[in-house]
């Protein structure tokens, strides 16, 4: 049964550290996006690569997020610093093409609280 | 301006009873019309997925429909279970390349026994 992982599920963490989310796409899917969910906003699309190359990330704060694709099996999104308004649950997602459709596979979700 | 509204914002019903959850959209160019669910503490699962031409789909006990001249969509749920409770999010994809998709804020279903 393939599945989107992701680490940590949960990261407390004072504001002004640096927070490193980790995903593990779906074996063989070549395109990864990056969401911010929170009570307020929704969910947002904060970036998305394919290929391990970044296609769009303009839904992202460049002053303090990043987001990379090292390899085909590992997306990083990472903050620094962090402040208190970054607290959210983050999302990947892992995307396939079926007959002309992208089809999303979430993973669980990194639940982020900053202090 | 491309938004993708949702009604109710809540909903309270019985096990066993049916319900309707609303989408309305504005987003164009319009390519496809995705229903998610959401349980508390997961990522959204994909129920439906439809394109322009496509007007109803099912997926067991949830039916979407699509009305692309109103640009309006329903999920009707049937016979509801309590593991119906969640969250249902309406995604819009605009048809313009690329991954451009408007989300909906989401309906909370709670089904109660």
């Known amino acids: 049964d393939a599945r989107v992982t992701q680490t940590p599920r949960h990261k407390v963490t004072e504001m002004g550290q640096e927070v490193t989310m980790r995903c593990q796409p779906i074996?063989?899917?070549?395109?990864v996006f990056w969401y911010r969910q929170t009570m307020m906003q929704g969910l947002e699309l904060l970036a998305y690569?394919?290929?391990?190359?970044?296609?769009?990330d303009s839904g992202m704060p460049k002053d303090r997020f990043s987001a990379e694709m090292p390899d085909a099996t590992l997306a990083t999104l990472k903050i620094q610093p962090s402040e208190p308004r970054d607290s959210a649950v983050y999302f990947c997602?892992?995307?396939?093409?079926?007959?002309?459709?992208?089809?999303?596979?979430f993973g669980p979700g990194t639940r982020l609280t900053v202090t | 301006k491309n938004q993708v509204e949702q009604s109710p914002q809540s909903l309270i019903i019985l096990e066993g009873k049916n319900c309707t959850l609303q989408?309305?959209?504005?987003?164009?160019?319009?390519?496809?019309l995705r229903w998610y669910k959401q349980d508390t503490g997961r990522g959204p699962v994909s129920l439906t997925i439809m394109t322009f031409s496509e007007n109803t789909k099912s997926n067991g006990r949830y039916t979407a429909t699509l009305d692309a001249d109103t640009k309006q969509s329903s999920l009707h749920i049937t016979a509801s279970q309590l593991s119906d409770s969640a969250s249902y999010i309406c995604v819009v994809t605009r048809g313009t390349g690329g991954f451009k998709t408007i989300f909906g804020a989401g309906t909370r279903l709670f089904v109660k026994a």
């Open positions: 989408c309305n959209y504005t987003v164009s160019p319009f390519s496809n």
């Open positions: 074996l063989g899917h070549n395109t």
């Open positions: 690569f394919r290929n391990r190359a970044p296609l769009d």
């Open positions: 997602a892992s995307v396939v093409r079926t007959s002309g459709i992208y089809e999303q596979y």
